[in-house]
């Protein structure tokens, strides 16, 4: 593994701004982006491939072998920075201690704001499905095996983009670049084959969108999950980058 190259792992919830960040990321000139490389791995092993949309496409196009995926991960030499968007439910039950090589970035977002969103797409998921406790315990592992980390949430990012990246650029020891904060609205080719089912609001953007809390109501099928998550967004929410 080549030292100077800095290695960066986003491990994110769905529905957050996981894909705005790697838009952002993808501006910089010294940065490669991949998107999501460990999804076809999680599809071919849990019963996520009989619900998530675009499924077989995914399977057939990415590379299946979750251990494929983490050696490119971590030697791959295609640029001096390497940005993974990942979903941490997507580790499965992978080594992780590959994580050493990298600077892990766990981004979290308000389950009230979440879990509703989610749910348009995938019905009545579970905790397992939107990374709450997933983040908590990959934290643990984090710290008993001083593992570097920081914690991003979304509604920080959007309150204070350049701040918060300026922050998140001096933990992973990169000059903060301007360009970050704004792109062209458009598809990118680096964009999952999924992008058609999920990343409809980020094609439409130019950069990270004004925070504005939700007003509708919750919806009642989804409390029970709501109570289930909150706990460890507190927890989450207490580290993250302001």
């Not at 990942?86 to 990298?102: A, E, Q």
């Not at 933990?171 to 609205?185: A, C, G, R, S, V």
């Not at 925070?211 to 409390?223: A, I, Q, R, S, W």
Request: net charge negative.
């Amino acid at each position: 593994m080549a030292k100077t190259i800095k290695r960066i792992s986003v491990w994110s919830g769905p529905r957050n701004i996981s894909t705005a960040l790697l838009y952002s990321f993808a501006q910089r000139n010294d940065t490669k982006v991949f998107d999501e490389p460990l999804y076809a791995y999680y599809l071919r092993n849990s019963k996520a491939v009989e619900y998530h949309p675009g499924a077989d496409d995914i399977l057939s196009m990415m590379e299946n072998d979750g251990e494929k995926v983490v050696d490119m991960m971590i030697n791959s030499t295609e640029s001096d920075v390497l940005f993974f968007k990942n979903m941490t439910h997507h580790l499965l039950d992978l080594d992780r201690s590959f994580m050493k090589g990298l600077t892990n970035v766990i981004l979290t977002r308000n389950p009230i704001e979440m879990l509703p969103s989610f749910d348009k797409v995938i019905k009545n998921p579970t905790i397992d499905d939107v990374g709450y406790k997933l983040h908590v315990e990959l934290i643990q592992d984090f710290k008993n095996n001083n593992i570097d980390f920081v914690v991003l949430d979304a509604k920080n990012v959007l309150l204070n983009p350049e701040g918060v990246l300026k922050q998140l650029c001096c933990h992973i020891d990169i000059p903060f670049d301007k360009n970050m904060l704004q792109w062209t609205p458009s598809q990118r080719e680096e964009d999952g084959v999924w992008a058609k089912y999920w990343y409809n609001n980020v094609h439409k953007s130019s950069g990270f969108a004004e925070y504005k809390p939700k007003k509708d109501l919750f919806p009642k099928h989804l409390e029970k999950l709501l109570e289930e998550c909150l706990p460890y967004y507190v927890e989450l929410q207490k580290m993250a980058l302001t």
